[in-house]
Every structure is written in C-alpha cells, then in structure tokens.
C-alpha cells in the first residue's frame, strides 16, 4: 500500500517535469513569432520597429557618400556605418553566406568637420538616420531574395516604426547592382570580405 502511494507521486512529479519541459520546448519554438529574425521586433501589423543595441552588433564597414561630391545632397547623406547583428555574422564565418534571419543596420550621420589634427578629411558629426534590411523567408516570402528595407527616417528624431519600402524604392537596386545573389554590398564591408571562409 505504502509503496504503490510512493510510486504515485513519483510519476505524479515526472509528469510534471514532463509538462514543464513541453511548455518550454513550446515557447522555444513559437518565438520569435511569424519569422526568423530574432535580433528585432514588429508590431502585430507587421512594422519593424526602431532596432536598440545595434551599436554593440558587430560594426562590418563605413562608407561615406559626402553631400559636396553628390550635387549638395548625396541620396544617403554621409557617413554609413553598417552593423549586423552578431549570431548571424558567426554563421558568416562558418559558412560566407547570410542567413535567414540576417539584420544589417545602416546608421547615417553628417560630416561634423574636414579639418582635424590629423589632416584634411571628412570627420564624423552627430547621428542624422537609420536604415535597416532583412532577410527572413517566412515574413517575407513574396519580397525579392526575401529581402525587405527599412527606413527610420534622415532626420531626427527617428520614427519609432515604420512599414517594409516598396520594391522599387529599395530592393530593385540591391537586387541590380549588389554581390549577385546575396542582396548586400557585400564588397565594401572589408570585416566581412575578411571573415569570409573562401578568403581565409
Ligand atoms: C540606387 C541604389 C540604392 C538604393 C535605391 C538603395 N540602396 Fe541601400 N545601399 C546601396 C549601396 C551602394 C550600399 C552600400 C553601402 C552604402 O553605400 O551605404 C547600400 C547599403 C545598404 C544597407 C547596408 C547593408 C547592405 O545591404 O549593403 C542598408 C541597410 C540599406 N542599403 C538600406 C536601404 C534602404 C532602406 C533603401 C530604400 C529606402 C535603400 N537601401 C535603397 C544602394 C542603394
């Protein structure tokens, strides 16, 4: 008798266990919903919402576009400093290629000056804007190589959130001009021309 009642709460507590570790395996696999790129956030419909921390991503290039080199006002004025968001540039590593769930974060800002202690140049100034793409198979099926664009805006302050851009306005000329099949200009990020395995 008193045996068969030990034997009860032992099954009783692994069944427990058991549902708390289903529970678990469960909200593992629903998050992040409706998508694979866990380093940002959307609202229930569907906008991205302005990334945080992408300044501790991992920083992959600069590119400066200055407004006196483009007619006064350079299409993405000036500075690009580009992030990605760091377990998808791990999986770069391993394999050159980027994978569903990338984040690539372009922040803008101004040139502050073109004189310093170091010489004539362009040096940066405060931040002025905030683009964002996305590579997500789920979430954006029907975009070209299941890139989506986002732009937060070339003043401040930011928008807190925006909706995906047209294919037009943003995809067509990664898609025409970028390192074929991969979206990304990839050629001017020199971090990860050098994390790439074939160049190792
Ligand atoms: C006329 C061509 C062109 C258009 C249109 C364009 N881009 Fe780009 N984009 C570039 C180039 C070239 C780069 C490489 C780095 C740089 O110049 O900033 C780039 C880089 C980026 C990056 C950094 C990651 C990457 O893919 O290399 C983001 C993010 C980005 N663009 C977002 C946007 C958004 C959002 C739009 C639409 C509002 C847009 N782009 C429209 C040419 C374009």
Redesign the pocket.
């Known amino acids: 008798m008193l045996g068969s009642t030990k034997s009860n709460v032992t099954v009783g507590i692994a069944v427990l266990g058991g549902i708390a570790g289903l529970s678990y395996a469960l909200a593992a696999a629903a998050a992040p919903p409706g998508g694979t790129a866990a380093a940002v956030e959307f609202t229930p419909d569907g906008k991205l919402k302005r990334p945080v921390g992408y300044r501790k991503w991992v920083y992959v ?1 600069e ?1 400066v ?1 200055p407004n006196d080199m483009n007619d006064g006002e350079a ?2 004025p000036e500075f ?1 400093s ?1 992030y990605m968001d760091p377990e998808s540039f791990a999986e770069y590593e391993k394999t050159g290629k980027y994978r569903d769930g990338t984040v ?3 922040e803008l800002s101004g040139v502050g000056s073109k004189k310093a202690p170091s010489g004539n140049g362009y040096f940066q100034g405060e931040f002025t804007g905030l ?3 996305i590579k997500d198979s789920k979430r954006f099926k029907d975009e070209p190589g299941n ?1 989506a ?3 937060f805006g070339h003043k401040y302050p930011l928008k807190a959130e925006v909706s995906k ?1 047209s294919v037009a ?6 898609q ?3 390192q074929k099949d991969d ?4 050629r ?2 020199p971090v990860l021309r050098a994390a790439a395995p074939r160049s190792k």
Do not use: I
Request: charged share 10%.
């Open positions: 290039g590119v576009t299409s993405f690009h580009v690539l974060v372009k683009e964002a793409t890139w664009y986002f732009s851009n306005a943003c995809n067509q000329c990664h025409d001009h970028a979206w990304v200009f990839s001017y990020y």
